[in-house]
């Protein structure tokens, strides 16, 4: 009976029962507050497993400690012995990072005389969180509105930052267009609050909590404001225009706007100790200045209120995107070799820590798309910033998140090859993270389903973990990703992180065939894209697959297949065709598909949630495959005749329809109407009329079926639309 108990244990907690019994010491300066946390975060992996923990001698050892002589900053390693286990990091972070890996081990069943020594060290010295707080947002909108009490809860942050840390992401970039109001009240100049004085101890309380929570997990804090902007009630005092914080406006550059924002950074930075630093974004509220008026005006104001302040901070100085007087202007030489220049000299600041970090939007607003560098934000990238390499600052690309805000995503081979792509000594990390959606308040989910989470980031676990895990180390193996879906999940998970990468393509490869610049000029979750002769976001019509450009050069258009191959011409083997695209599709799709169909949700939510997304990004996938052959078809038909082609493409375009039915039936049950931000609010004015905009697979399923119709009606030599 005993040796039956015995193997039901073993069975349930992959633990022999000895190691119920075992006692462990952690050995840690608790004067320190980033051991105290590292141990902490142990303790509770080992009291979850059964463990004792003794504050003296005991059956383990566990030593966390500090030695920046043997290893460099952020790394660390596990050295194991017969009864004990010493972790050591190069600083304080690099010992966080040894902890988090050793109480990952423990989660995930190894006994500690079983845990196998190991090291590792930063690949990137930046790995930051694009954050937009919902307060005074970038864009104005009811779907960033909402997350608004979210996060202002001191537990919101708690988790984000748990979760940053356990993913070795380091910096936490805040941004918001006027952020210095919600930190501080600016001593000469009252008018500026908006806030009683209990209202200010709030909002004090608030951002006082998040940059203590941060530094206790080593990560670095950062505050982006866009400029030129002030307060509405500073505005008001003072007759000056742009209350409404609409961005593409005329830049005010007088002598009272650059003394007040001067005066609120040196007052926040003296206020809030812990805020490691600052970004500069030159463009938004600047019409009408030239780039070197922008660089002045940023060296006045910003840069000059972080040297009053008395302290070392670091700087991303983010690239201009225009290099005209207008808000929405193109990249130039002139202004890549002007803007090299400003960082060169900023780099030579003594209150400035090194390196700067020079930042650029990675294929504008959709870094999921292709991993090859085709644009940044205003079009072609030179080569100013690489050549010669830079002594003063590091290159770092955002890689901003417009295209899935809903469905779970994880594609590892991607990030690796984004990593590959750009791997070189100049670069300094990335950042990730979106503009149009904040991951605070779950709207998604059916209010009806219980699941055992409870902020949007955490539906999106799996995204944060590749991205930090491998931009910390690209040798990251998928097994590490792999264990976590066991121990949510057990033997149903086994096959969950190979049919998330196979599904997850489908975005991908839309974003790679469909070329965009902001925002949402696509959004590959929805299928959709901005129409620009209605300024509106709209289904993907049957048209608009032929005759878009691609994004990656290696790439071709429906429209430039039918017309080459309809000459005789052919295509280099490298080149991806839409029959190419098509039958990666297929594969990948329906592979995925095969690995989920028998796995039992019924008893599991969460699981349940997991298994849903893959099949819908695979039903996508396979939807965009049959518009892909309907498209070819269609073409071909409008350019060269043939009923047969005609009819395929309807045959087509029909079983496209029944692929987004099945994605409905999945998603109609389990999600709700989600809002999104229009984009029409790109000036930043709120308008009834696009306070609200909610989207769900099924609401845009009658445009899914007009296809049909278009290829009914269709007419040889048609000019489409």
Not at 283 to 306: C, K, N, Y
Not at 496 to 516: E, V, Y
Request: aromatic share 12%.
């Amino acid at each position: 009976m005993k040796k039956i108990i015995c193997l039901l244990i073993i069975a349930l907690t992959g633990f022999i029962p000895s190691a119920f019994s075992q006692a462990v010491h952690l050995v840690y300066s608790k004067a320190s507050p980033q051991a105290t946390y590292a141990a902490g975060v142990i303790k509770k992996s080992l009291t979850a497993k059964g463990y004792t923990l003794k504050e003296s001698e005991a059956d383990f050892e566990i030593h966390l400690s500090v030695n920046t002589g043997n290893l460099q900053s952020e790394a660390f390693s596990v050295v194991t012995a017969a009864k004990k286990i010493s972790i050591t990091g190069g600083d304080e972070r690099g010992m966080i990072y040894g902890g988090l890996s050793v109480a990952e081990d423990i989660r995930n069943g190894t006994r500690l005389q079983n845990i196998k020594p190991g090291s590792e060290k930063p690949n990137y010295s930046l790995r930051a969180v694009k954050f937009d707080l919902p307060w005074d947002t970038y864009r104005h909108s009811y779907a960033l509105d909402l997350h608004m009490e979210t996060c202002k809860d001191v537990n919101y942050w708690k988790a984000f930052l748990d979760m940053m840390v356990e993913n070795r992401l380091n910096s936490l970039s805040l941004w918001n267009l006027h952020p210095y109001t919600f930190m501080i009240k600016p001593k000469n100049f009252p008018e500026a609050s908006p806030f009683n004085d209990a209202e200010m101890k709030e909002w004090k309380t608030l951002f006082s909590s998040i940059f203590k929570m941060a530094k206790e997990r080593a990560i670095d804090t950062y505050i982006i404001p866009f400029n030129i902007f002030v307060s509405p009630g500073f505005s008001k005092a003072h007759n000056l225009d742009n209350v409404q914080h609409d961005f593409f406006v005329k830049g005010d550059t007088s002598e009272l706007v650059k003394r007040y924002t001067r005066e609120c950074v040196t007052q926040m930075l003296q206020e809030y100790p812990e805020i490691t630093g600052m970004g500069l974004t030159l463009g938004e509220g600047m019409g009408g200045m030239s780039p070197q008026q922008r660089e002045d005006w940023m060296r006045q104001t910003i840069i000059e209120g972080m040297r009053l302040s008395g302290r070392k901070l670091k700087l991303i100085h983010r690239i201009p995107f225009s290099s005209t007087t207008g808000s929405l202007g193109v990249t130039s030489i002139e202004t890549e070799k002007l803007t090299r220049k400003a960082i060169d000299e900023e780099g030579r600041f003594s209150f400035l820590q090194a390196p700067i970090y020079a930042d650029l939007k990675y294929n504008w607003s959709h870094a999921h798309s292709t991993p090859k560098l085709v644009k940044v934000h205003g079009g072609k990238l030179y080569d100013t910033y690489f050549k010669p390499e830079p002594k003063n600052y590091k290159v770092t690309w955002t890689a901003r998140n417009e295209d899935f805000f809903c469905l779970r995503w994880g594609v590892p081979g991607f990030i690796r090859a984004h990593i590959a792509e750009n791997d070189q000594s100049y670069v300094g990390g990335y950042f990730i993270g979106s503009e149009t959606y904040i991951p605070a308040k779950d709207y998604f989910t059916k209010p009806a389903i219980k699941v055992d989470w409870k902020y949007a980031f955490e539906r999106q676990w799996l995204f944060y973990k590749l991205w930090g895990r491998l931009l910390y180390n690209p040798s990251t193996p998928d097994a590490i990703f792999q264990a976590e879906f066991t121990r949510r999940y057990g033997k149903a998970g086994d096959n969950l992180l190979k049919a998330s990468a196979l599904a997850g393509t489908t975005p991908l490869r839309l974003g790679s065939l469909f070329d965009f610049t902001m925002d949402l000029t696509l959004y590959t979750e929805g299928f959709m894209a901005l129409d620009n002769k209605i300024k509106r976001v709209e289904y993907i019509s049957i048209n608009r697959i032929i005759n878009q450009p691609v994004t990656d050069p290696d790439y071709v258009s429906v429209a430039d297949y039918v017309k080459t191959t309809g000459s005789g011409g052919t295509f280099a083997a490298n080149k991806i065709t839409p029959p190419v695209l098509i039958n990666m599709l297929e594969r990948d799709c329906k592979e995925a598909l095969e690995l989920v169909k028998t796995i039992k949700t019924a008893s599991n939510n969460t699981l349940m949630f997991e298994v849903a997304d893959i099949k819908t990004w695979a039903n996508m996938g396979l939807h965009f495959a049959e518009k892909l052959k309907a498209a070819v078809a269609l073409q071909t038909y409008r350019s060269r005749g043939g009923e047969e082609n005609k009819q395929s493409a309807v045959t087509h375009l029909e079983n496209a329809l029944k692929y987004w039915d099945v994605v409905v039936a999945i998603t109609r049950p389990i999600y709700n109407d989600m809002p999104l931000v229009h984009y029409s609010e790109q000036g930043g004015v709120r308008s009834k009329e696009n306070q609200r905009l909610e989207f769900h697979w099924e609401k845009i399923r009658p445009d899914v079926a007009k296809d049909i119709e278009t290829a009914k009606s269709a007419t040889v030599a048609t000019v489409s639309k």
